[in-house]
């Protein structure tokens, strides 16, 4: 494709989608975890009608669109949080699936003056608000690229999109809905996510995997009702000292490594060498992006050993605690118990339903001076793209030149897209592009959330040539 693709990607930015997604950062569609409330406030259905008006107003020649609400009397209202699915007919007999999500997180303090999180505003060429980047702009570019190969007389495959309303909570509305749209959906050959990340805004990022969670609860009680810490300390033990000990059964407190069978995964020698080549990119930025204490440092001074901490490595974090009054309120007593919140993250490839098993075997296995120790934890399930097809690793290399002028980076993330590994496991044939423009400082779930628009406007211009390459892969 030409400098005229990203010409008239602009062009749709400038004049159309920005005011677009500007209205769309003026919803406040919390995802259902955040507003229990949703069915009752209107929101989400809202940004999904709002989102199918500005998709029908760009007069594409065959799109079909619906949104879809599945019943469930357990949930509020007795439905499904709604998806919007859009169906474009296509030049070859071939399916493209785009998704996207419309749900966003809440708000969080922190904003700057006169930015807010359902305040759209463009400042030095970035739309800030809530849900911009996260992901209000996947359906608009993934329109706004289907415009561009058609505008240019390209042809693509039929394509279907599916935006849900619940990633932010997990995901957990759309598998009914992959189930009750399989026919109309068919067997996609290529699958487009615009719901990740990049280590600048310079090239294209392809997300090549993303790390497995398990997230739990682990408990521990030695003693039926606090004892003052005179008299019993040094004949019962600590239950905080007992957690110290569970968890360096995980991970090594010192490194940080975990030696459990079942947790630990082989990096691919492919993988081990694109973190080689985001180093060399990245450099310092890596660990210069995480807001450290003065005086803190990373891990590791080898910036290639830290990418692979974060995409491939199992890590541990404890993210809350009970049973450990405010400090100010805390007398010397040896209390009951303690339980922790833990997060760990697993390698692409480990089985995250198996490793949260083992989590609970390993933790609960002869506790230490006898206390009542209990683990309750749930895995969602890591992904490992398959390896590009040739047609599609020219396309997407091309395309950053093309239109960003530099080579294309390949990284894993070291967060999760629920949906991505259910995609993978439902259609095991299919080619993945992942991309995002999730990078430094875009801060999605946080304060000051913004969209890069250079970026982006580079990005859809990408997804055009790569819905023209696959297509052309058939002739």
Not at 131 to 138: K, L, T
Not at 332 to 343: E, P, Q
Not at 361 to 384: D, I, M, S, W
Not at 436 to 455: K, R, T, Y
Request: hydrophobic share 40%; glycine share 10%; proline share 7%.
């Amino acid at each position: 494709m030409s400098s005229n693709t990203l010409e008239f990607v602009e062009k749709i930015w400038d004049d159309s989608i920005v005011p677009a997604l500007s209205d769309f950062i003026r919803i406040p569609a919390k995802s259902p975890d955040f507003d229990t409330k949703w069915y009752e406030t209107g929101y989400l259905d809202q940004a999904a009608k709002m989102i199918e008006a500005w998709c029908q107003s760009r007069s594409i020649e065959g799109l079909t669109s619906e949104i879809v609400q599945l019943d469930d009397p357990s949930q509020p209202g007795g439905k499904r949080t709604p998806v919007l699915f859009m169906e474009i007919p296509g030049d070859i007999d071939d399916t493209v699936l785009l998704y996207g999500h419309f749900d966003k997180q809440p708000e969080a303090e922190g904003w700057n003056e006169g930015f807010g999180p359902w305040v759209p505003r463009v400042h030095e060429n970035r739309l800030f608000g809530r849900g911009s980047a996260d992901d209000g702009y996947a359906v608009f570019a993934s329109i706004a690229a289907i415009e561009a190969v058609r505008e240019k007389g390209g042809k693509h495959a039929r394509c279907v999109l599916v935006i849900e309303g619940c990633e932010e909570s997990g995901s957990y509305d759309l598998p009914p809905y992959l189930d009750h749209l399989a026919d109309r959906i068919g067997t996609p050959s290529l699958v487009v996510c615009l719901d990740s990340g990049c280590g600048n805004y310079d090239q294209l990022w392809m997300t090549t995997s993303l790390r497995g969670n398990i997230v739990g609860n682990l408990s521990i009680d030695i003693v039926k009702d606090g004892v003052h810490s005179g008299g019993a300390s040094g004949i019962a033990p600590s239950s905080f000292r007992i957690l110290r000990q569970l968890l360096s059964r995980l991970e090594d407190e010192a490194t940080g490594e975990f030696q459990v069978p079942g947790l630990v995964a082989e990096i691919p020698a492919s993988r081990v060498e694109q973190a080689d080549g985001v180093a060399k990119i990245l450099g310092d930025t890596v660990w210069e992006a995480v807001p450290f204490v003065e005086g803190a440092r990373p891990v590791s001074e080898n910036i290639q050993e830290l990418i692979l901490n974060n995409t491939w490595r199992p890590t541990l974090c404890v993210t809350g605690a009970d049973g450990m009054p405010p400090i100010a309120e805390a007398g010397n007593v040896l209390r009951t118990g303690t339980a922790v919140k833990l997060s760990l993250r697993v390698a692409p490839t480990v089985d995250t339903v198996k490793g949260t098993q083992i989590v609970k075997e390993v933790l609960e296995k002869n506790p230490p001076y006898g206390a009542r120790v209990q683990f309750e934890g749930e895995g969602g399930q890591g992904f490992a793209a398959p390896e590009f097809a040739p047609w599609l690793q020219k396309a997407i290399e091309d395309g950053s030149r093309a239109h960003f002028g530099k080579e294309v980076a390949f990284v894993g993330e070291g967060g999760s897209i629920p949906l991505m590994s259910l995609l993978g496991t439902k259609f095991p044939e299919a080619q993945f592009f992942i991309a995002g423009v999730l990078g430094p400082n875009s801060n999605a779930h946080g304060p000051n959330e913004f969209l890069d628009l250079p970026m982006v406007k580079r990005v859809t211009a990408c997804v055009a040539d790569v819905l023209e390459a696959h297509a052309g892969r058939m002739r």
